[in-house]
C-alpha cells in the first residue's frame, strides 16, 4: 500500500468512524421532536441490550480474522466462514430458547428477537469490517460502517412520522433492527460465496485469540451501557431518554477522537515499537499536546451546552444541563486510559485489560444500585466518574509496569483541574451565556496559543 493510499483509507476510516460515533449526537434534533421522553429512554434501553448481546454472540472473533492475517494469510476466508458458520449457529440457539422461554414463560418475544437479529447482523458487520480494513479494501470498509445507520436513521424517521407503528418506540427499533439484519444477510452470501467451509481446528484457534477478550468486551460494553438500563429498571424511561439526550450530547468529543484514532494510533504504536528514548520522548510530549486540545474541546462541550441541548432538543430534555460537566469529565478520563489500555494491548497483556475492565463495569453497577434509588437518575453521571477514575488507576498501575518511561498519570493532572474548575464556572454561571461563552473563548485562544509556542515544531515533525 503506497503512501497515497494509506492517506486515503485514513481519511476514509476517520469520515467513517466520526459517523458513527457522531449519529447518535446528529439524530439528537430528529428524534427527540418526534419521540417522548419514554420512548426516547426505551431505544437507549434496548440499543444497550444491543451492544451487550452483540459482545456475547461474536465472541470478539474479528480479532481472530485480524491476527489470521499474520498467521494464516492464505486460510483468512476459511478462517471467516468458519467463525461465520459458528456465529449463525450459536445466534441460532440463543433465538430458539428464547422463544421456548417466551412460550413457557408468556413474556413477549418480539423485542427480545429483534435484539437477537440485530446483534448477530452487528457480529457479521464487524467481523466482515475487519476483513475489509486488513485487505485494505477502504471504500466499501467505510460503506459497511456508515450505511447500516444512515437507512436506518431514514427508514425510522419515515415510519415514526407516518404513524406506521405504535408504540412509536418500535418505529425506532423495527428499522434499525431489520436493515442491519438484511446488511448481515448481505455478508453472509457474500461470505459462503467463497466457499461453505468449516474447520474445527481453525474454530479452536480463533477462540483461543478471542476468548481471553470476550470479558473485556462485554466488561466495557456494560461499563458503558448499564447507566440507561438501570435508570430504566429503577426510576423510569423517561429519564433514560432525558439522560441519553446528554450522554450522545456530551460524546460528541468522544466522536471527534475515535476519528482523529484511524491517525494517532498508527504513530502511537510506531514509537512504541521502536523503543528508542528520543521516540518516547515524542510520546510524552505529543500525548500532552493532543490531552490539552481535547480539553479544549471538551471544555467547549461543557460551557456551550445550555444553548445548543435546547437548539437540539425540545423542552422535556433540558433538565438533563445539569448532568454535562461530569459526562464530559468522564469522557476526558476515557480519552486519558487509553493510552494506557494501547500499552497493554502492545504487550498482548489481554487479560490484564479484561480484569481492570470488569473491576471498573462492577463498581458502576454497584454504585447505581446504591445511589440512583436514593439520590435520582442524575447521580448515574457521577458514579460513571469514579467508575472510570477506577479504570484509570488500575490500568496506569500496569501500564506503569511495562513502560515506566511514557506511563506517566502526573502529566495529565493539569488537564483534570482546567475542566474541573470549568464545570465550576458554568454552574455558577449557568443562566449567563456570555459569561460561560467568554470564559470557554479566553481558556481556548490561551491555550491553543500555549499549544502552537511549546509543540508547534514537534506537531510538525511528528
Known amino acids: 500500500m503506497n503512501n497515497k493510499d494509506f492517506k486515503k483509507a485514513g481519511l476514509f476510516y476517520t469520515v467513517g468512524s466520526f459517523f458513527n460515533k457522531g449519529i ?22 434496548y440499543n444497550s441490550w444491543v451492544g451487550i448481546v452483540t459482545v456475547l454472540l461474536s465472541m470478539t472473533l474479528y480479532m481472530a480474522i485480524r491476527q489470521s492475517f499474520i498467521d ?75 450505511l447500516p445507520n444512515l437507512i436506518s436513521v431514514i427508514l425510522a424517521a419515515i415510519v415514526i412520522m407516518q404513524g406506521a407503528v405504535r408504540p412509536l418506540y418500535f418505529g425506532r427499533i423495527i428499522p434499525t433492527a431489520l436493515s442491519t439484519f438484511l446488511f448481515g444477510v448481505a455478508i453472509l452470501v457474500a461470505v459462503f460465496r467463497k ?24 466488561a466495557l460494553t456494560i461499563l458503558a451501557q448499564s447507566d440507561r438500563t438501570m435508570i430504566t429498571a429503577m426510576v423510569s424511561a423517561d429519564k433514560t431518554g432525558i439522560y441519553s439526550v446528554v450522554y450522545n450530547f456530551s460524546m460528541i468529543a468522544t466522536a471527534l477522537t ?21 521516540d518516547f520522548k515524542k510520546i510524552n510530549e505529543m500525548t500532552k499536546a493532543y490531552t490539552l486540545f481535547m480539553t479544549i474541546i471538551m471544555c467547549g462541550v461543557i460551557m456551550l451546552a445550555p444553548e445548543v441541548l435546547k437548539l437540539l ?18 469522557n476526558l478520563i476515557i480519552f486519558i486510559y487509553t493510552f494506557y489500555v494501547d500499552i497493554e494491548y502492545f504487550h498482548k497483556k ?7 475492565t470488569i473491576l471498573a463495569a462492577v463498581c458502576n453497577i454497584i454504585l447505581n444500585l446504591i445511589f440512583i434509588r436514593v439520590c435520582g437518575y442524575e447521580v448515574a453521571a457521577y458514579t460513571t466518574i469514579v467508575s472510570y477514575a477506577l479504570s484509570l488507576v488500575v490500568h496506569y498501575i500496569y ?22 474548575a470549568i464545570s465550576v464556572i458554568y454552574y455558577t454561571a449557568i443562566d449567563y451565556w456570555y ?18 509556542r511549546k509543540y508547534g515544531d514537534l506537531l510538525i515533525k511528528r
Open 24 to 45: 447518535a449526537f446528529f439524530t439528537i434534533p430528529l428524534f427527540t421532536r418526534i419521540l417522548s421522553t419514554t420512548d426516547y429512554g426505551i431505544v437507549s434501553t
Open 72 to 146: 494464516y494469510p492464505d486460510r483468512v476466508d476459511e478462517i471467516h466462514s468458519t467463525i461465520t458458520i459458528f456465529i449463525t449457529v450459536v445466534s441460532l440457539l440463543v433465538a430458539i430458547l428464547c422463544l421456548l422461554g417466551g412460550i413457557i414463560f408468556g413474556y413477549g418475544i418480539l423485542i427480545p428477537l429483534l435484539c437477537i437479529m440485530q446483534s448477530y447482523a452487528a457480529a457479521l458487520i464487524e467481523n466482515y469490517s475487519m476483513q475489509l480494513m486488513m485487505q485494505y479494501r477502504y471504500v466499501h470498509r467505510t460503506a459497511f460502517m456508515v
Open 195 to 218: 466457499g461453505f467451509k468449516f474447520n474445527l481446528e481453525l474454530l479452536k484457534y480463533s477462540l483461543a485469540i478471542s476468548i481471553p477478550l470476550i470479558a473485556h468486551g462485554l
Open 258 to 278: 475515535t476519528a482523529l484514532g484511524g491517525i494517532w494510533q498508527p504513530w502511537y504504536l510506531r514509537k512504541l515499537k521502536s523503543g528508542t528514548e528520543q
Open 313 to 330: 432538543a425540545s423542552e422535556q430534555y433540558w433538565e438533563g444541563t445539569s448532568i454535562i460537566p461530569p459526562i464530559v469529565l468522564a
Open 350 to 356: 489481554t487479560k490484564s485489560i479484561a480484569g481492570n
Open 399 to 420: 501500564a506503569k509496569k511495562l513502560e515506566p518511561q511514557i506511563a506517566r498519570l502526573k502529566s495529565y493532572w493539569s488537564m483534570f483541574i482546567i475542566v474541573i
Open 435 to 452: 459569561i460561560r461563552w467568554a470564559t470557554v473563548f479566553g481558556v481556548a485562544v490561551v491555550a491553543l496559543v500555549y499549544l502552537y
